[in-house]
């Protein structure tokens, strides 16, 4: 989402529209784009909400470099089913007859606006939005490159929304990530009111915020929870945006198609938590059981010719030597063979009969 600095005090109420279209923000941020990002996003074919006249379709107005780097600017990606269609429907007027860019479902859409409600400053665009999947996630990147790193995130389910697991993965798996581990587990309400301190930022003694966690820390407490980790590029984000806003009250206004919206009961059930950043989402996978799960190591190109020098040759050998031997005790026999042939160590050990 690209709304340049002219029109930034409308963000507000943009993004309030959006919302109601149904779209998710995955990621949106204010700040002053430098040169070179504003090039890269300037060159590519953008869609625009105008104040009059324009097309608003693929080749229609785009930002300049000096519109963009003329003050702060907020940019954001959003995401919902058809949302390439969908945004085109936000900015094009009606009557102007533009046929939708997309039909691929729940793919990011750089800037969305309302053409025919809001307007910039001496007819410039309010608003600019990506016209195809591939140049949305091109734009993306510039702003947001974590969105394309593999993470990984973890959900805790409440108790009464156990039921709705398999419609959160089918939701994530849409978004493209998947499910590394479930678990089902019982808490304390101790446990669930520490979870909940990390998880929403809370404070012991901070009046009805403490008496609204206690709630909270109630209801996880009540039943069976499930820990859910899900991994895939943007994961944190994207399990943010699924979720909706953290009051499904408000979630149903702002973000009627989030799951907290559509399952969510009040603030004390809110559908369930997830990971705040990617520290956090690995706090959280603590509280999965320590066995049955083995992070997977990051080896590097040197680690790995390492081994390959000190560790494949010389086993190799051995292993051909114990295949012909055949010795009574072949464990034995090959430490004792790889002590004395490799290379790498003490060669003053005797050589096994």
Not at 118 to 123: E, L, M, Q, T
Not at 217 to 225: D, F, I, K, Q
Not at 280 to 297: C, E, K, M, T, Y
């Amino acid at each position: 989402m690209c709304i340049p600095p002219h029109a930034l005090h409308l963000s507000d109420e943009i993004l309030a529209r959006v919302e109601a279209a149904g779209f998710s923000i995955l990621r949106a941020s204010v700040l002053a784009p430098t040169t070179r990002q504003a090039t890269e996003l300037c060159a590519a074919p953008l869609s625009s909400a105008a104040s009059s006249g324009g097309s608003g379709s693929a080749g229609g107005p785009r930002p300049s470099v000096d519109e963009l780097t003329a003050g702060r600017a907020l940019f954001g990606v959003l995401c919902r089913p058809f949302a390439i269609s969908a945004g085109r429907s936000l900015v094009t007027p009606v009557g102007d007859g533009a046929p939708c860019a997309s039909s691929v479902p729940l793919m990011p859409v750089v800037a969305v606006a309302e053409r025919t409600v809001f307007s910039g400053a001496a007819g410039k665009p309010a608003c600019y939005m990506s016209d195809s999947v591939e140049s949305a996630a091109r734009e993306a990147a510039i702003f947001f490159p974590e969105l394309e790193q593999p993470q990984t995130t973890v959900a805790v389910l409440c108790p009464h929304a156990t039921a709705h697991l398999d419609d959160l993965l089918s939701a994530a798996s849409a978004l493209g990530l998947r499910a590394s581990r479930t678990h089902h587990t019982n808490w304390s309400a101790e446990s669930a009111a520490a979870y909940l301190r990390t998880n929403l930022h809370s404070k012991p003694g901070s009046g009805s915020g403490e008496a609204a966690l206690a709630a909270a820390a109630s209801e996880l407490s009540s039943g069976p929870c499930t820990l859910l980790e899900l991994t895939g590029k943007g994961a944190v984000a994207k399990l943010a945006a699924l979720l909706g806003p953290a009051d499904p009250k408000k979630a149903r206004v702002r973000c009627p198609g989030s799951l907290r919206a559509l399952f969510g009961v009040d603030a004390a059930r809110p559908v369930g938590y997830a990971s705040l950043s990617e520290e956090g989402a690995r706090l959280d996978a603590q509280l999965f059981p320590s066995s049955g799960h083995v992070p997977p190591v990051r080896v590097s190109a040197a680690d790995k010719a390492a081994v390959m020098e000190t560790l494949q040759t010389p086993l190799s050998s051995a292993l051909v030597a114990l295949s012909r031997a055949r010795p009574p005790k072949p464990i034995e026999w090959l430490a004792a063979y790889l002590r004395a042939t490799n290379p790498n160590m003490d060669k003053r050990v005797p050589m096994p009969l």
